[in-house]
């Protein structure tokens, strides 16, 4: 018998904005599909928390999402445990710098992998269960992915590589399946640091001030995925208004 509440498998889930994201899904009457690759310590005490107050509501998946058989691996435990799946969230990512004359071959492939690749295979993999729900993708994209950052060509590029793959697929899926992305600002710091006078010149370059808070992404998410019934192909930035000033 399928499984009547709504199931979200979310990548990149144990952590950061992808524990936020799970929460909020979970608070609207998702089942979630934790996946996580090195984060099994936090991955086990978010599904352990979620589960004790909803039994049986969260699955652990664990997976390098750059190996062939982890996104379609996903999927089907994913189906073999809810027996449905309404909605994908790529929300797994890498960042890192890639300075020109520094830059090699396995950091293009290793940012490919994480930013488009995997998206790509894991959208295929379960674009069968999506039809048959009419569930809905979100890709967790990049303002930087319109705009170049300084020393991240590698990082822009993949990202940008998203935001078309958002839009092929809003048109390859439809009508059953709506593909959407969230472009985040300055919500969560990344934890390689940022120096004081980065941040506040970044700030200073959005139109309200101030970073925002992963709430906000999850909470674009969310609409996303069970509001915008008529909404595909498009990308919501959550920034601040920091983009109208790149």
Same mark, same amino acid.
């Given at each position: 018998m399928k499984q009547a509440r709504p199931v979200a498998l979310v990548t990149g889930a144990a952590r950061r904005v992808g524990a936020v994201i799970v929460r909020r899904l979970h608070a609207a009457g998702y089942d979630i599909a934790l996946h996580h690759r090195a984060s099994a310590a936090e991955a086990g005490a978010l599904a352990e928390e #979620?589960?004790? =107050? !909803?039994?049986d509501s969260v699955l652990r998946l664990q997976g390098e999402l750059a190996e062939d058989a982890v996104p379609p691996r996903l999927v089907k435990e994913c189906l073999a445990r809810f027996g449905r799946l %309404?909605? #994908?969230?790529?929300? *797994?990512?890498?960042?890192?710098?890639?300075?020109? $004359?520094?830059?090699?071959?396995?950091?293009?492939? +290793?940012?490919?992998?994480?930013?488009?690749? *995997?998206?790509?295979?894991l959208a295929q993999a379960a674009?069968?269960?999506?039809?048959? *729900? $009419? &569930?809905a993708i979100v890709n967790l994209a990049d303002i930087y992915g319109e705009r170049p950052l300084r020393h991240h060509t590698l990082y822009c590029m993949a990202k940008a590589a998203l935001l078309m793959l958002t839009r092929s697929l809003a048109r390859e899926l439809a009508p059953e399946v709506r593909v959407n992305a969230v472009a985040p600002g300055a919500v969560l710091?990344? +934890? =390689? &640091?940022? *120096?004081?006078?980065?941040?506040?010149?970044? #700030? =200073?370059?959005t139109a309200l001030g101030r970073a925002g808070d992963p709430t906000d992404v999850a909470e674009a998410v969310r609409w996303l995925l069970q %509001?915008? !019934?008529?909404?595909? $192909?498009?990308?919501? !930035?959550?920034? $601040? &208004? !920091?983009?109208?000033? #790149?």
């Open positions: #979620l589960n004790a =107050a !909803r039994p %309404d909605a #994908l969230v790529n929300n *797994a990512s890498a960042f890192y710098p890639t300075p020109i $004359g520094e830059t090699t071959p396995a950091q293009f492939d +290793e940012l490919f992998a994480a930013n488009a690749r *995997a998206p790509f295979f674009a069968p269960a999506l039809r048959a *729900a $009419g &569930g710091w990344p +934890e =390689a &640091g940022k *120096a004081e006078k980065e941040k506040a010149a970044m #700030l =200073a370059a %509001d915008a !019934r008529y909404t595909t $192909g498009e990308v919501i !930035r959550v920034d $601040g &208004g !920091r983009s109208l000033n #790149l």
